[in-house]
């Protein structure tokens, strides 16, 4: 069925160092990719997104890459500060051409960063 | 700042009771979804509405109901509450009905249970 399956759940990293975080999608029509960080007592922010006609995408310290044959994308977190530590969601969406597409979540990667 | 509003921040009631929960849209846009996340889960997407009309349905409960007014804002109705409807409620706009643009999230409304 449709489905994001997003990991790790939980990710610790150094201060400075970089983060990863992969998921994968069962729908070979998805062609929006959308990441979002959540902080605590906060809704969902966008923070980058891709579409299925572009291999990566870089905005200052954020990346995110598609592998449309493997269907698997990642966030890429470099020179990782405090402030980024948060909960990250995926998301992709499955649809089609001639119908609505419907956005489906990962269920997320907690983020910490450590000093 | 997103661009959405929802209200109220926390609500705290108890079994059996029926509440109502607000949200108003990004301007321009026609889109507003609802979402419930529970403690330690993802975003599981519960309905969406465009244009006033309903679009799509997630994992919607017969007892909740929602619906979109000519303001374009929007009202997630939640009746016979169990303890299990605790939850954070987010309510998210995009600018189209077909799913293929961003979406943009309120700060949510925390519903307690007792």
């Known amino acids: 069925g449709e489905n994001v399956e997003q990991h790790p759940s939980t990710l610790s990293v150094q201060e400075g160092d970089s983060a990863v975080i992969k998921c994968t999608y069962s729908?070979?029509?998805?062609?929006?990719f959308p990441w979002y960080k959540q902080e605590l007592g906060k809704g969902p922010q966008l923070i980058i997104d891709?579409?299925?006609?572009?291999g990566e995408k870089k905005d200052q310290r954020i990346a995110v890459t598609l592998n449309k044959t493997a269907k698997h994308f990642s966030l890429h977190i470099t020179e990782t500060q405090p402030e980024d530590s948060a909960v990250y969601f995926c998301?992709?969406?499955?649809?089609?051409?001639?119908?609505?597409?419907?956005?489906?979540f990962g269920k997320g990667t907690r983020l910490h960063i450590l000093p | 700042d997103s661009g959405v509003t929802q209200t109220p921040k926390h609500l705290i009631t108890a079994t059996g009771q029926r509440v109502t929960l607000r949200c108003s849209p990004r301007s321009g846009d026609l889109s507003v979804y609802w979402y419930q996340q529970s403690l330690d889960q993802g975003l599981q997407f519960l309905i969406q509405?465009?244009?006033?009309?309903?679009?799509a349905k997630g994992n919607i409960l017969e007892r909740f109901s929602a619906q979109q007014f000519p303001d374009l804002h929007s009202e997630l109705n939640l009746s016979s509450l169990e303890l299990g409807d605790s939850a954070l409620y987010f309510c998210?706009?995009?600018?189209?009905?077909?799913?293929?643009?961003?979406?943009?999230f309120g700060d949510g409304t925390r519903l307690s249970i007792l």
């Open positions: 998301a992709a969406s499955i649809g089609g051409e001639n119908r609505d597409d419907k956005i489906i």
């Open positions: 729908d070979s029509a998805s062609n929006y």
């Open positions: 998210a706009s995009s600018v189209d009905g077909q799913g293929r643009q961003p979406q943009h």
């Open positions: 509405y465009y244009n006033g009309e309903e679009r």
């Open positions: 891709i579409r299925s006609n572009v």
